[in-house]
């Protein structure tokens, strides 16, 4: 985890953010329509963080995995989709949408396990990290993967070691075509609207970009041509949210549960100074 | 590439077929996808199956492998009927108005030209001839005489109707012609259309009749020459083609012909390969073929070639056949071959008919393996019994494996599809005793040239005098080769007019227009003249200027020949020199000289003066008719070797009449009723050819060998995804998992349902990957014009494992 990244929001913590330095908020833009599956970001992510290769096997796709893994934390999933005569071979890079308002953050019950950075991507320490694997109920695009042997969490991590001095994700640095950008949101947000238009223009009238605001939008944004559809691209939730329970898991719940428990210690210790052990009643 | 990389991010049409370059180019397709989003660009894929490039094309059009010639015949047909042809450059810039002797008949009735000789099979040429008004041919600048070659052209393509081509491509009318519309819409001056293409093409019995039928296309919709036009020929290796530059079988460095017995002297071959001028004013720049020539040789044997000894041009092997690839692997297993050198090339896995190339190898005495893995051609006696490997005690040859550097081990350069040659510096060390394959062939000569001198032999000549002047004679760099490559004078130069020293004694020449054929100048490579001269390497130079705008790049590397971007440039403007696209300008005439690219031209020549715009042909004018090739003067549709139907047109002459056919034991081929099925072979893009099966990362992210096998097939046979299912050819069986997919759709063909099918070529028996040799199945039928085997059309059976 860099130090230089000044930390947001801490898991399981309660208190403002703790930084003083301001940050734009990055972003990473992912433009399905120039994607070619080709798998360069796949092989550099593992690369970059030296992670160990997956056992894979040919299961009727080209898709290396049917699933994120803790040593595998980006993939493309590919689609084939017909409608009206029209075929279509979809292909999206699959990984942490690192939402500005993110759910795992919020679930995650160990202090520091979890940070958002100023600049807006989510990082995972797994040196707090207790495994309960609450971080993966909370994320609504099914993301975290728990490693069995060591018991800790993964997942892609925006290059935020590379960020911090200012490189960007290896994704992006090796993505042949220009599908994939990184830079302010602001600035993505430009390019990816005027490429929607551009899509509008060439006949796809619901190209979009994912961009999902019930997540309090995201830092990973995806140009869909078949933009009111999510769901064709691998299963990409048409509107995920943060469960509404975990908006009040630190503020309300967690210490409510703390004070329960405290209580239930006191009442425990309080009643057992009045009341003395239990005493057999009869012969 | 006639045009370049970068240069297609300047298009407003890329039509691929015969190719799949986001697969197999994911770096270069960029451009492809610039020009999609800066220039509003469409990209069109016509194809066997719906392919990676497909996911990202603007029109996909599926058509049955094998019927591209049919598909492009239906383009021309499309553009001359519709006048969406460039009418102004068809006659400035092509042969459309010469005239054609009498007594050619076109295949319309027969399937056949005129002049077919059924035993020999092959054509006598004469009646293809221009009509000659002594040596110049006649022409009608009118295009409207009978056997003009415009009026052939449009008679021959006339049965190449949009109903014709849906019944031998299996593609809808609607479909052919949306992408008709598209396609034809760059003939007019304001807009350039591309053509990419790679072994889809050139690995079929009619590939170089499909080359060709789409440069046709391209003539007569005025692209060829023009920024954003051109034929875009995708090579595969990162320096095939600075590999083919420097020599094949039959060609020496830079194209020139390989000597044959029949030109026993120097004055003979000069005679022989350098052609004559067809018209009046045009360049016919191979006339300077003796130029070439004798510069060559001077390289090779420098003070040892003199005027005297015809610049010892008895010193080379004369070719008494055709000895390319499979003719030699043939010779092989007729037991004609007593040892085999092999650099980086893997005959086990990438010759047809795997099973006679394994029996071939194993009645080699000998053979030596310069390989970076040991894959399958370094170990192929260990080749498994089903992918027709003989038991190890019947293979008596002695085996050398010589572990050799791989590229970033090594320096050098490596001359890309766009023909830019760009210097590659050395990154880390080669493990262990591997060698860069310089030092290999450095040592293997000087140890045969040290046992001619100790020995003597039949024919010691060649070999003692050969030039061999390296700073360290074991090891030569490759700067001191890239500056033999670039060429030197051996006296000085003395500009006729001024009489003034252009150059010194032991000068590098600035590039080929400094050749003679007095024997003061050697140069390795006339092509790649210019590479490294006094200026300095400029292969090496990485400058991103680009005034044009263009991507041209003039200062980045060095692009044969001589910095040339775009091709045949002068046909990127009108007769008075104007482009015909001023926002994409090729050269243009600014009153003195001609500006912009390189020009392909005489650089001062007026364009009042009319001379010839294509100025290495003797006609001057690019060929829409061309009586270099086998099959005929224009490309005419015929099914490969193994189909499943008979030829729509002509089904008394159904497949390729000069096709090449191999004919021992082992070449057997089958037929519809047995194999009904229509195959084909392909890349992936996480592998490359046979040895990445030894990395990790890429065995990770496609691990496995598979079948590409389309829905309704796999219902039909109760086939599902991963089962395991059997392929098998007149040639082999090989097992695999299925891959159930959409991309490939069953076709009507002429009334009949076809299915096709697919599979990757990657795998073998050797690497931390394994799987079948995709090669067990295909056909030893070849091209021929190019000797190239038919890899990508073949008839199969499938069934459940």
Redesign the interface.
């Known amino acids: 985890m860099p130090s230089n990244m000044e930390i947001q929001r801490i898991s399981a913590t309660l208190g403002p953010p703790t930084g003083v330095r301001e940050a734009p908020k990055v972003a990473k833009l992912i433009d399905t329509?120039?994607?070619?599956?080709?798998?360069?970001c796949?092989?550099a992510c593992?690369?970059w963080n030296d992670l160990q290769?997956?056992e894979?096997?040919?299961?009727?796709?080209?898709q290396?995995l049917p699933d994120l893994t803790p040593n595998f934390w980006n993939l493309i999933r590919f689609n084939?989709h017909?409608e009206d005569g029209q075929?279509?071979?979809?292909?999206r890079k699959d990984q942490c949408m690192h939402c500005e308002d993110p759910g795992c953050l919020k679930a995650c019950p160990a202090p520091g396990a979890i940070v958002q950075y100023n600049n807006g991507i989510v990082d995972f320490n797994q040196a707090n990290c207790i495994g309960c694997g609450f971080c993966i109920s909370g994320c609504p695009f099914d993301v975290p993967k728990i490693n069995a042997k060591s018991g800790k969490v993964y997942k892609c991590t925006l290059c935020s070691d590379r960020v911090s001095v200012g490189l960007e994700p290896a994704c992006i640095k090796a993505c042949?075509?220009?599908?994939l950008q990184f830079g302010t949101k602001g600035n993505l947000l430009d390019i990816a609207q005027k490429?929607v238009e551009?899509l509008k223009s060439?006949g796809f009238k619901n190209a979009a970009l994912y961009d999902p605001p019930g997540v309090g939008g995201t830092h990973v944004i995806t140009i869909l041509a078949y933009g009111d559809r999510p769901e064709l691209y691998g299963g990409l939730p048409k509107n995920p949210k943060v469960p509404l329970y975990l908006g009040f898991m630190k503020t309300i719940l967690r210490p409510l549960g703390n004070l329960l428990m405290l209580l239930g210690v006191v009442g425990a210790f309080a009643h057992f100074s009045r009341y003395g052990k239990r005493e057999d009643k009869g012969e | 590439m006639t045009n370049g990389w970068v240069d297609i991010g300047n298009t407003d049409v890329a039509l691929v077929m015969g190719g799949n370059p986001a697969e197999n180019h994911p770096c270069g397709f960029k451009w492809v996808i610039e020009a999609k989003k800066h220039r509003n660009a469409k990209l069109v894929v016509v194809d066997p199956r719906f392919n990676r490039t497909a996911a990202v094309a603007d029109q996909f059009v599926q058509i049955r492998a094998g019927t591209d010639i049919a598909f492009l015949g239906g383009l021309i047909n499309y553009a001359l009927e519709n006048k969406r042809y460039h009418e102004e450059y068809l006659k400035l810039y092509t042969n459309a108005p010469f005239i054609i002797k009498e007594g050619l008949k076109l295949p319309e009735e027969d399937g056949l030209f005129s002049g077919f000789d059924e035993k020999k099979k092959v054509y006598d040429k004469a009646s293809w001839a221009y009509e000659l008004d002594k040596e110049y041919a006649k022409v009608d600048p009118t295009l409207e005489h009978p056997r003009c070659v415009f009026q052939l052209l449009k008679k021959h393509y006339s049965r190449y109707t949009p109903e014709m081509v849906s019944k031998v491509t299996g593609c809808s009318v609607e479909a052919f012609k949306k992408v008709a519309e598209i396609i034809t819409s760059t003939y007019t001056p304001d807009r350039a259309g591309t053509v990419i293409y790679a072994l889809g093409w050139t690995h079929h019995s009619t590939g170089v009749q499909m080359i060709r039928a789409a440069a046709m296309m391209q003539l007569v919709l005025g692209n060829i020459g023009r920024p954003g036009g051109g034929m875009d020929a995708l090579r595969g290796h990162s320096n095939i083609q600075g590999a083919t530059d420097m020599n094949q079988t039959h060609t020496l460095p830079g194209y020139l012909k390989m000597p044959v017995p029949d030109w026993q002297t120097l004055k003979e071959f000069n005679e022989a390969t350098t052609p004559k001028a067809l018209r009046p004013n045009v360049m016919n720049y191979w006339q300077n073929t003796p130029k070439f020539m004798v510069s060559f040789l001077k390289a090779m044997y420098g003070r040892n070639a003199t005027k005297e000894n015809d610049f010892a041009y008895s010193y080379l092997p004369k070719m008494t056949g055709n000895h390319s690839y499979v003719y030699a692997f043939d010779d092989m297993y007729k037991g004609g071959v007593k040892g085999l050198v092999s650099f980086g090339m893997n005959p086990v896995n990438n010759l047809p008919n795997s099973a006679k190339t394994l029996a071939a190898m194993a009645k080699l005495d000998w053979m030596v393996m310069v390989e970076n893995f040991e894959n399958e051609g370094a170990i192929f006696w260990k080749a498994p019994k089903e992918m027709g490997g003989l038991p190890p005690e019947q293979v008596k040859t002695e085996v050398f494996q010589l572990p050799a550097a791989n590229f970033a081990e090594k320096d050098g350069t490596f001359t890309n599809s766009a023909r830019w040659l760009q210097w590659k510096y050395k990154a880390i060390e080669p493990p262990g005793q591997a060698k860069p394959d310089m030092e290999i062939l450095a040592r293997i000569f000087l140890k045969v040239r040290e046992l001619y001198q100790k020995d003597g032999g039949k024919f010691p000549d060649p070999v003692l005098q050969l030039t061999w002047e390296y700073g360290n004679p074991l090891n030569p760099t490759s700067e001191e080769v890239a500056r033999e490559i670039n060429g030197k004078t051996s006296a000085d130069q003395i500009d006729d007019k001024t009489k003034q020293v252009t150059l010194k004694a032991g000068q590098l020449v600035p590039g080929f227009g400094a050749l003679k054929d007095d024997g003061t100048t050697a140069c390795g490579n006339w092509l790649h003249s210019g590479c490294f001269n006094e200026a300095g390497n400029n292969a090496a130079r990485r400058s991103t200027a680009d005034p044009t705008g263009l991507g041209m790049y003039h200062n980045w590397g060095f692009s044969w020949p001589a910095n040339r971007r775009v091709m045949y440039n002068r046909a990127s403007a009108d007769a008075n020199g104007k482009p015909w696209d001023p926002k994409r300008a090729g050269i243009k005439w600014n009153g003195e000289r001609w500006v912009g690219d390189v020009p392909d031209y005489k650089v001062d020549s007026d364009p009042k003066e009319g001379l010839g715009a294509f100025i290495m042909l003797g006609e001057g004018v690019a060929k829409l008719y061309a009586i270099d090739f086998a099959e005929g003067p224009f490309p005419e549709h015929y099914e490969a070797y193994e189909a499943p139907v008979e030829n729509p047109f002509h089904p008394k002459v159904s497949a390729n009449p000069t096709a090449k056919v191999m004919s021992t034991d082992k070449d057997v081929f089958g037929k519809a009723d047995k194999f009904p099925i229509v195959c084909t072979t392909y890349r992936l893009t996480e592998h490359f050819h046979y040895w990445t099966k030894h990395i990790r990362r890429l065995n990770e992210t496609q691990p496995e060998f598979f079948v590409e096998i389309p829905e309704d097939l796999a219902k039909e046979k109760g086939i599902k995804n991963e089962q395991l299912v059997k392929v098998s050819s007149a040639r082999g069986t090989i097992t695999g998992k299925a891959m159930v997919t959409k991309r490939i759709k069953s076709m009507m063909i002429n009334g009949k349902k076809v299915y096709q099918i697919g599979f990757p070529i990657h795998w073998g028996f050797a690497g931390q990957s394994t799987g079948p040799l995709a090669n067990l199945l295909t056909p030893t039928v070849l091209d021929a014009n190019s000797s190239m085997p038919e890899y990508k059309t073949f008839l199969v059976n499938l069934e459940k494992a």
């Open positions: 329509t120039t994607c070619i599956g080709c798998k360069a796949e092989v593992q690369e290769s997956e894979t096997s040919q299961f009727g796709t080209y290396t084939e017909e075929f279509a071979w979809l292909m042949p075509t220009g599908c490429r551009q060439q």
